[in-house]
């Protein structure tokens, strides 16, 4: 039976392990639907695992609403983090790929952290400093270099959709800390997989309308299917195995151990996306991954 201490490290590696499918499995559905179709559609594993796992730890009766002023906060924030935020990470995972897309993204603790000393007051860690060297070497060597104007366009269109997506999730982690302050967890997954299914489908329907919608209808089972679980992976359950991993040991461990991410992310995209991952794009992610470390301790 695994110790107290093993079974964090492993909860830990588990939402590693996740959060590198995830994306996998969101390239794949890019080839079948458009970024806004991939957005609603796998609405479905989240909101499924969210309303599983607050009947699971509160029973049914959680159900029941927030007051509204906090409702509408839950609202304003998840769409914002979780709909516009992910729906410019599609657009970037498209663009650039599983192998520089994922460990770019990965670096938004740089705009976190000292985010989170100008709004939420909290100390100033000189370290940061250090970490961010790191990680904007990192972003260097992973910027790839367009041989042609239409890839260079590209390439750019990519990575300023990956700053924008770190801006979305930074406003939508801070938030989240507040929001967690006034709600049970379960419960603001819950109503968070709420907000973004309905703002993923309005903004679905409102760009694609009865098209989108046949669009989606002639989708195979297993797109659907992988469109779900991704959801499922990406939003409720990775997020489950690194909250609870906190309770059985230190968060400089926990942080450490789910950096592994970019490069869980880039070993599976290379075996079932067949990207192509170099020396320097290894190098790249070492470097992000040892100042998202570092950042985080």
Not at 29 to 51: E, F, Q
Not at 98 to 121: E, Q
Not at 187 to 193: D, F, I, K, P, S
Request: hydrophobic letters at 55%.
């Amino acid at each position: 039976m695994l110790s107290g201490s093993w079974l964090g490290y492993s909860l830990a590696f588990l939402a590693a392990v996740s959060w590198a499918i995830a994306p996998v499995l969101y390239r794949r559905g890019v080839d079948h639907v458009s970024y806004m179709g991939l957005g609603a559609l796998r609405c479905t594993g989240y909101l499924a695992s969210a309303a599983a796992f607050l009947v699971f730890t509160m029973g049914p009766a959680a159900f029941a609403p927030p007051p509204l002023p906090m409702l509408g906060f839950v609202v304003l924030c998840s769409v914002i983090w979780l709909v516009v935020g992910d729906l410019l990470y599609f657009v970037s995972l498209h663009k650039l790929g599983v192998t520089i897309c994922v460990p770019v993204t990965s670096a938004y603790p740089l705009i976190v952290v000292p985010a989170s000393w100008i709004f939420l007051g909290e100390p100033v860690k000189p370290a940061v400093f250090f970490a961010a060297l790191l990680i904007v070497g990192g972003l260097i060597l992973l910027s790839p270099k367009g041989e042609d104007s239409g890839q260079k366009k590209q390439i750019r269109s990519g990575l300023i959709a990956a700053v924008l997506t770190m801006c979305c999730w930074t406003f939508g982690i801070l938030t989240n800390k507040v929001l967690m302050q006034n709600m049970p967890v379960p419960q603001l997954e819950m109503w968070r997989a709420i907000s973004v299914t309905i703002g993923s489908w309005a903004l679905f329907l409102a760009f694609e309308g009865r098209n989108g919608l046949q669009g989606a209808r002639m989708l195979s089972r297993k797109a659907l299917t992988e469109m779900a679980v991704a959801g499922a992976l990406g939003l409720t359950i990775g997020n489950l195995f690194f909250t609870y991993s906190l309770r059985y040991t230190t968060v400089d461990i926990v942080a450490c151990i789910a950096s592994l991410r970019p490069f869980l992310a880039a070993m599976f995209a290379t075996f079932i996306l067949r990207e192509h991952l170099t020396l320097r794009l290894a190098g790249g992610i070492v470097l992000v991954m040892a100042g998202v470390v570092a950042i985080s301790l």
